[in-house]
């Protein structure tokens, strides 16, 4: 008769093995069922994003012991913002990584004004990655967390004229949306419209493996996520939500300033981040097509609410390249209460206590 305990011992060890397997590339493959060309591709994406992320997270590591590493560049992007050096190692760091992969034809970052063409690649590169090479660069001079967001789209039309025109559609034609996020370990979250998984980097392998698979955002969840610096140049209906958060029990204010890592906390705990509209930006300072959409893509499949406070995200058309929207993401429930306030539902009026 087997010894049952034998037995059960080789089991987990199986399982062990089989987890420590998993890569990110055989991740793809896995989700998609198949070995078949498009599934190649995507696998050889994601697998040239993981390999940008390995790169940008051992500068990162690297940081305060190198010169010439940290601080601003002098220049300032086609966003008015100053550049810092990471930012711009970091926007090289994805081109260099897709340059010689015969997939990407173009890629746009809001590092770029225009799109980066690869013209050997177009002959048969079929997808745009756009991307935010360093979400959170004022954090990186202070050893805090920083990420990386990204979208893959399919090129449609031949964008003879170079304008990119046919990247001004909606957050539902992405093919894969995810971020990295450089902390105390690199983790790298994607979907393919297949649920939500993340990957954690493993330095002795120097490989992304499957730590956490079919994420789920809770219904609801106790964390608001905002900037209160920016109160009084917000429109009132925000800043009721925010004194009625004050007032109820159970609630806590997490915001690091750092978009990839405050969402990275709701996607797990649930709860609400809000980047809404100012007197100074109506339409808020997050760009649609390399931040908002993106997580939007992740946050609603796992379960959760992406809304600019009165549409859908997803549903959002931008109008150009570097278009901006408000933002309010996360669980279910407190996206909903969020736009009752915005929308002036008696839902709102009814919950609201006057401070």
Request: net charge negative.
């Amino acid at each position: 008769m087997a010894d049952k305990s034998v037995n059960s011992g080789n089991f987990f060890h199986e399982q062990a093995l089989d987890r420590d397997c998993t890569t990110l590339s055989r991740h793809v493959l896995q989700q998609l069922k198949s070995f078949g060309p498009d599934a190649q591709d995507l696998s050889a994406l994601m697998t040239r994003i993981g390999l940008a992320g390995k790169l940008i997270a051992r500068r990162l590591s690297r940081a305060g012991l190198m010169e010439g590493v940290l601080g601003l560049t002098g220049e300032v992007n086609v966003q008015g913002e100053d550049v810092k050096k990471m930012d711009l190692f970091a926007n090289e760091v994805f081109i260099a990584a897709f340059k010689q992969s015969g997939l990407v034809c173009r890629l746009a970052s809001e590092e770029m004004d225009k799109p980066y063409y690869i013209p050997e690649n177009c002959p048969i590169g079929r997808y745009t990655l756009l991307y935010d090479p360093i979400d959170g660069s004022s954090n990186v001079d202070h050893n805090l967390n920083v990420g990386s967001i990204f979208s893959i789209r399919q090129q449609e039309g031949e964008d003879l004229d170079g304008t990119a025109q046919d990247l001004l559609q909606s957050g539902r034609k992405q093919i894969a949306a995810g971020y990295i996020l450089y902390g105390p370990s690199t983790m790298l979250v994607y979907s393919i419209g297949q649920g939500v998984h993340a990957f954690a980097l493993d330095p002795s392998l120097g490989e992304f493996i499957l730590a956490c698979e079919n994420m789920i955002i809770p219904d609801h969840g106790p964390t608001y996520s905002v900037n209160e610096g920016n109160f009084w140049d917000w429109d009132e209906s925000i800043r009721q939500y925010v004194r009625y958060v004050h007032r109820q029990p159970g609630y806590s204010a997490r915001y690091s300033g750092a978009l990839v890592g405050d969402i990275h906390r709701i996607l797990f705990q649930g709860g609400v981040f809000l980047y809404p509209g100012t007197t100074k930006n109506p339409q808020g300072k997050l760009r649609l097509l390399y931040e908002t959409a993106p997580l939007g893509f992740l946050v609603e499949q796992a379960g959760g609410k992406a809304s600019t406070g009165s549409e859908n995200l997803l549903d959002v058309v931008p109008d150009h390249l570097h278009a901006r929207t408000p933002l309010v993401l996360g669980s279910r429930q407190n996206v909903e209460l969020v736009e009752s306030f915005i929308q002036n539902n008696p839902q709102a009026e009814s919950t609201f206590v006057q401070v």
